[in-house]
């Protein structure tokens, strides 16, 4: 076999393969032997049939293009672990000669993983933001605990901000109704906001019983795109009027919504969870802004492909979520009125932006050699066994399993994890502004 490797652009390679007529003519007779029960000829048994009589009465041309694919499968495969390449892709066959007695050829044209152009990722001007938490803070968390455990007592008279009212509703855009314009017993809290443009403010001074034509428009930027800037009008029906009763703050509320017996005591509780909640989101930030600038530095031509799989990826997260929540992913188009294809373009800046920071982060793992030693790997794989199983014999099983099955995929998470923690402690300044 000879194999000519060229570089194309876009971040492509191109392979012609040339194989022996010998190999050529060894894979007609493997197709052959593969295919013969598949033909009839007068005076023989099914799958019988010699070859010399296949060649006259049916032709071996037949059979050159389950030869082709035969011997392109198994000279492909070589060609790329033999070059060293990586491919992101399926590649594009060309034959280029598939004639008996000759030397069979081809070119198979494929996606490679990018070359990666690092700019400056040390010692840059990232700014570290931190967060205090003060009263307001504590104040806000108990506030938001007496919102959460409020009792909601019917109410007469009119709505004011700040009711929840209970409303059946039907939406129309040019006196037709459409998908995802209606529901039946809806909560709405008056004032949240929650409803598009001043939908909320058509209902103060309204009463049970009431049937309300409410007139909006749909903004601009709405996510579902025929809705866009759209005028539209929902029939409203107001079936119940509802305020919240809010508990006193004292011990006696602490003790009733919390573990603790004071209120001093779930004041403190509040407060340690907050700071240490601002601290994950403080380092979380900052990795992210570390990685944003180390990104921006570089240059890095990514394949169509790598995106594509990148949007599949996220497109299957989010299936499961929904699913989670008890629909369908077909289910959540049809209710917000959009297509699979929507869905797509709207993951497409997450997926580039994923993609080119996976491509840079591995490529700075590269330049500075972090690997990765036997005991991390035991220490990932436990940890992830644990998320499985509470049983010790379990968890070790499933170590093994991960260990065996999954030792890449590890190995790829603790240096990507690595290489992070290396740029946030190559970007820290001594000051946090």
Do not use: W
């Given at each position: 076999?000879?194999?000519?490797?060229?570089?194309?652009?876009?971040?492509?390679?191109?392979?012609?393969?040339?194989?022996?007529?010998?190999?050529?003519?060894?894979?007609?007779?493997?197709?052959?032997?593969?295919?013969?029960?598949?033909?009839?000829?007068p005076?023989?048994?099914?799958?019988?049939?010699p070859?010399?009589?296949?060649?006259?009465?049916?032709?071996?041309?037949?059979?050159?293009?389950?030869?082709?694919?035969?011997?392109?499968?198994?000279?492909?495969?070589?060609?790329?672990?033999?070059h060293?390449?990586?491919?992101?892709?399926?590649?594009?066959?060309?034959?280029?000669?598939?004639?008996?007695?000759?030397?069979?050829?081809?070119?198979?044209?494929?996606?490679?993983?990018?070359?990666?152009?690092?700019?400056?990722?040390k010692?840059?001007?990232?700014?570290?933001?931190?967060?205090?938490?003060?009263?307001?803070?504590?104040?806000?968390?108990?506030?938001?605990?007496?919102?959460?455990?409020?009792?909601?007592?019917?109410?007469?008279?009119?709505?004011?901000?700040?009711?929840?009212?209970?409303?059946?509703?039907?939406?129309?855009?040019?006196?037709?109704?459409?998908?995802?314009?209606?529901?039946?017993?809806?909560?709405?809290?008056?004032?949240?906001?929650?409803f598009?443009?001043?939908?909320?403010?058509?209902?103060?001074?309204?009463?049970?019983?009431?049937?309300?034509?409410?007139?909006?428009?749909?903004?601009?930027?709405y996510?579902?795109?025929?809705?866009?800037?759209?005028e539209?009008?929902?029939?409203?029906?107001?079936?119940?009027?509802?305020?919240?009763e809010?508990?006193?703050?004292?011990?006696?509320?602490?003790?009733?919504?919390?573990?603790?017996?004071?209120?001093?005591?779930?004041?403190?509780?509040?407060?340690?969870?907050?700071?240490?909640?601002?601290?994950?989101?403080?380092?979380?930030?900052?990795?992210?802004?570390?990685?944003?600038?180390?990104?921006?530095?570089?240059?890095?031509?990514?394949?169509?492909?790598?995106?594509?799989?990148?949007?599949?990826?996220?497109?299957?997260?989010?299936?499961?979520?929904?699913?989670?929540?008890?629909?369908?992913?077909?289910?959540?188009?049809?209710?917000?009125?959009?297509?699979?294809?929507?869905?797509?373009?709207?993951f497409?800046?997450?997926?580039?932006?994923?993609?080119l920071?996976?491509?840079?982060?591995?490529?700075?793992?590269?330049?500075?050699?972090?690997?990765?030693?036997?005991?991390?790997?035991?220490?990932?794989?436990?940890?992830?066994?644990?998320?499985?199983?509470?049983?010790?014999?379990?968890?070790?099983?499933?170590?093994?399993?991960?260990?065996?099955?999954?030792?890449?995929?590890?190995?790829?998470?603790?240096?990507?994890?690595?290489?992070?923690?290396?740029?946030?402690?190559?970007?820290?300044?001594?000051?946090?502004?």
């Amino acid at each position: 076999m000879n194999v000519q490797l060229n570089n194309l652009e876009n971040s492509r390679v191109e392979f012609i393969i040339k194989i022996d007529k010998k190999e050529f003519s060894d894979a007609i007779q493997m197709s052959f032997k593969k295919n013969v029960s598949k033909y009839n000829i007068p005076g023989f048994r099914k799958g019988k049939i010699p070859f010399e009589i296949f060649r006259k009465m049916i032709g071996v041309e037949a059979l050159y293009n389950d030869a082709a694919n035969i011997l392109i499968e198994r000279t492909y495969k070589n060609a790329v672990e033999d070059h060293k390449v990586e491919v992101v892709d399926y590649p594009s066959i060309d034959i280029i000669n598939c004639k008996g007695g000759e030397d069979f050829e081809y070119k198979a044209t494929v996606y490679v993983k990018p070359n990666v152009v690092l700019g400056e990722y040390k010692y840059l001007d990232v700014e570290e933001v931190s967060y205090e938490v003060n009263d307001n803070d504590i104040e806000q968390e108990l506030q938001n605990l007496r919102e959460k455990n409020a009792r909601l007592i019917l109410k007469d008279g009119t709505i004011e901000n700040g009711d929840i009212v209970v409303i059946d509703f039907k939406g129309f855009i040019d006196n037709e109704p459409f998908d995802g314009g209606e529901a039946k017993d809806y909560n709405l809290v008056i004032g949240s906001n929650s409803f598009i443009d001043n939908f909320e403010d058509q209902l103060i001074g309204k009463s049970k019983g009431d049937k309300v034509d409410v007139n909006v428009v749909f903004p601009i930027d709405y996510g579902v795109d025929k809705l866009k800037g759209k005028e539209a009008k929902f029939e409203v029906n107001i079936n119940e009027i509802k305020v919240k009763e809010l508990e006193e703050l004292d011990d006696n509320f602490a003790k009733t919504y919390s573990e603790f017996s004071t209120l001093d005591e779930l004041k403190n509780s509040i407060r340690e969870k907050k700071i240490k909640d601002n601290d994950t989101k403080q380092k979380y930030e900052f990795e992210n802004s570390v990685i944003e600038k180390v990104c921006s530095n570089s240059q890095v031509d990514i394949p169509e492909p790598m995106i594509q799989s990148e949007i599949d990826r996220l497109i299957h997260d989010f299936e499961n979520k929904v699913k989670y929540q008890g629909t369908t992913l077909e289910q959540y188009c049809q209710y917000y009125g959009i297509g699979l294809d929507d869905i797509r373009n709207n993951f497409r800046d997450r997926a580039v932006k994923q993609v080119l920071s996976n491509l840079v982060i591995e490529e700075i793992s590269k330049k500075e050699n972090i690997s990765v030693n036997g005991d991390e790997l035991d220490v990932k794989a436990l940890e992830l066994a644990k998320m499985y199983s509470h049983d010790e014999e379990k968890i070790s099983s499933i170590k093994e399993s991960l260990l065996s099955s999954y030792k890449d995929s590890l190995k790829r998470d603790i240096v990507m994890s690595k290489t992070v923690e290396f740029l946030v402690n190559q970007n820290k300044k001594r000051g946090i502004k």
